[in-house]
C-alpha cells in the first residue's frame, strides 16, 4: 500500500485522511471590558495569546486564564466565551468577526497593552473525522512555560504574523502552520495524558510505535501477531496487551480498521478499482475484500463509492 499511496507514518497517515481545511483569523485585539460568545463548531479550534490575557470560559468546564504565549486546542466544543474579565457580558463572536478590517477585529481603542489573540480552526473530511474527533477532549490547554509552550508560542507567533500581512502565497503558509500547530498540539496532549488510545497512543511509546509505523509502511503485507510483537521487541502476550491499553483496540484489530479507512478513502476518491484497492490493501481476493469491508463500514465498496460520488454537504465547510 505504500507505493500506491505513500503512507508511512501514523500521525501524518491519520491527519492526512482527515484532509484538514484551515481557516485563521481573522485575529482580535481588544482592550476595556468585552467578552465573545462562540456557537458548537465541528471539528478543531486552535488558538493562542501573542500578548496580554484574557478568560476561556468553555462549557462544563471551570474558566481558564490564558497568557501570553498560551495556546489552546477545542475539539467540537460546546459554547464557550472568550472575555477580558469574567463579570462581561458577551456578545456573538460572529456579529463582531464581520466586521474584520485588515486581518483583525478590534474591540475598544488602540493601545500597547491591548490583547492580541490569534485564533483558527481546522475543519476534516466527514467520513474520516472520527479518526481525531473522537480521540480528543473538549479542551486542551499548553502554557508557555510547559515544554512544548515555547515551540507552540513561536508558531502562534508566526500565524499572526501571516494573518496580518497580505503576502503572496499566506493562506498556503498558514495552511501548512495550522497543521504543525495541530501535530505539536496532540504531541503535547498525548505526553500529558496517561493513556491516550487510537493512534495518539502510539506517539511516545517505542516500541508499539514502531509496530504501527511498520503496519502503515506495509499495510498490504499479511502481518500477524507474532511478527509485530517481534518487531516491539515483546512476547505476543506483552505486546497484544500493551497495545490494547495504548491504542484501545487489539493489534490485528487495529490492521483491519486502518486497512477499512484507507479504503473508504481511496473509493470516495475514486483512485482505485476495487479489485486493486484489494491487493493493496492484502486481500488475495476481491471478495475477501468485500467481506472485510461490509463487516467494518457496513455496506459494500461498489455502494460505498456510488454513495461518496453524490455531492455531500458536510457541516464543517459552514464554519
Known amino acids: 500500500m505504500s507505493s500506491v499511496l505513500g503512507f508511512r507514518d501514523p500521525v501524518a497517515d491519520a491527519i492526512g485522511l482527515l484532509r484538514p481545511r484551515t481557516v485563521i483569523g481573522p485575529s482580535l485585539r481588544a482592550t476595556g471590558q468585552w467578552a465573545l460568545s462562540f456557537d458548537t463548531f465541528l471539528h478543531v479550534r486552535i488558538g493562542g495569546l501573542v500578548r496580554g490575557t484574557c478568560w476561556l470560559v468553555l462549557e462544563g468546564h471551570e474558566p481558564v486564564l490564558l497568557r501570553e504565549g498560551d495556546t489552546f486546542m477545542l475539539g467540537n466544543p460546546p459554547p464557550y466565551v472568550l472575555a477580558g474579565t469574567l463579570d462581561a457580558s458577551p456578545r456573538p463572536a460572529e456579529q463582531v468577526w464581520a466586521g474584520a478590517e485588515d486581518g483583525f477585529v478590534r474591540i475598544g481603542p488602540e493601545s500597547e497593552d491591548d490583547l492580541y489573540l490569534c485564533v483558527g480552526h481546522i475543519a476534516f473530511d466527514e467520513r474520516n473525522a472520527a479518526l481525531l474527533t473522537d480521540l480528543l477532549p473538549p479542551l486542551v490547554i499548553v502554557h508557555a512555560a510547559d515544554p512544548h509552550g515555547g515551540r507552540l508560542a513561536q508558531l502562534i507567533d508566526l500565524l499572526a504574523t501571516e494573518v496580518g500581512v497580505a503576502a503572496p502565497g499566506g493562506p498556503l503558509v498558514q495552511n501548512h502552520l495550522a497543521q504543525i500547530l495541530l501535530v505539536h498540539m496532540l504531541r503535547a496532549h498525548a505526553g500529558r495524558t496517561d493513556r491516550p488510545t487510537g493512534w495518539l497512543g502510539a506517539l511516545n511509546e517505542d516500541g508499539i510505535g514502531a509496530a504501527l509505523r511498520a503496519v ?15 518487531i516491539s ?30 479504503a473508504r478513502d481511496a473509493l470516495a476518491r475514486d483512485t482505485l478499482s476495487i479489485s486493486e484497492l484489494a491487493r493493496a490493501t492484502g486481500y488475495l481476493s476481491e471478495s475477501a475484500f468485500s467481506t472485510a469491508f461490509r463487516r467494518v463500514v457496513g455496506s459494500s465498496p461498489a455502494q460505498f463509492r456510488n454513495q461518496a460520488r453524490q455531492p455531500q454537504h458536510s457541516t464543517a465547510d459552514e464554519g
Not at 515483546?234 to 505486546?239: D, E, G, K, T, V
Not at 487495529?254 to 486497512?259: E, V
Open 216 to 230: 502503515h509502511a506495509d499495510v498490504a503485507h499479511p502481518w500477524n501477531l507474532k511478527e509485530l510483537a517481534d
Open 233 to 262: 521487541h515483546m512476547s505476543r502476550s506483552a505486546f497484544a496487551r500493551a497495545f490494547k491499553n495504548h491504542v484501545g483496540v487489539p493489534p490485528l484489530e487495529y490492521l483491519i480498521q486502518w486497512r477499512m479507512n484507507l
